[in-house]
């Protein structure tokens, strides 16, 4: 069993689709971005923060850690803090190609590793009425960029290159890597 050092619903979601056990412990670290500080480094920072944070108080255990961003020329959107904000993000995010990085860290008694997916998407052109309907649902106000693509987000989405788990917050894939490297290999069946 390993420890997901997360509160996200959807890390959780995932790793039990795939049949993953363990426990949560959510990790209390200051989210805030440093100076001069850049996307893929925040959210390698973060993944690896939340990861040893835990770890030192989780002895012995490996302990699985993820953060994502999204990335406009630049630019990093992180939760919006209310409705007026989630609606400004999707208007920038319109019909523009972005990135979403999603950064995994792995740790085990002092001992940590990570990696990053980054992740093109492109919304659709939409609407103000469009955008306004979709933030009344309240899907956006606790996500990276103000949307969900595993939910009602996924309308706005006009196409994805590179990895959907990413985008949705646990890129399994370089999870399922990390934790080899820790002796906890994937199996299909327990």
Known sequence: MIVLASGSPRRRQLLE?????????PPEVDESLGP????????TRLAREKATTVARRERGAVVLAADTTVVLRGTIFGKPANPEEAAEMLRQLEGRKHQVMTAVAVALDGRVEDALDVTDVTFRPLTDAQIAAYVGTGE?????????IQGKGAALVE??????FGVMGLPLRLALELLDRFG???RFTR
Do not use: N
């Open 184 to 186: 906890v290999p994937y």
């Open 140 to 148: 956006p106000l606790d996500k990276a960029g103000a949307y969900a």
């Open 17 to 25: 689709m795939i049949g993953l056990e363990f426990r949560v412990v």
């Open 159 to 164: 196409g994805i290159r590179g990895d959907f």
């Open 36 to 43: 001069a500080e850049q996307a893929e480094g925040y959210v």
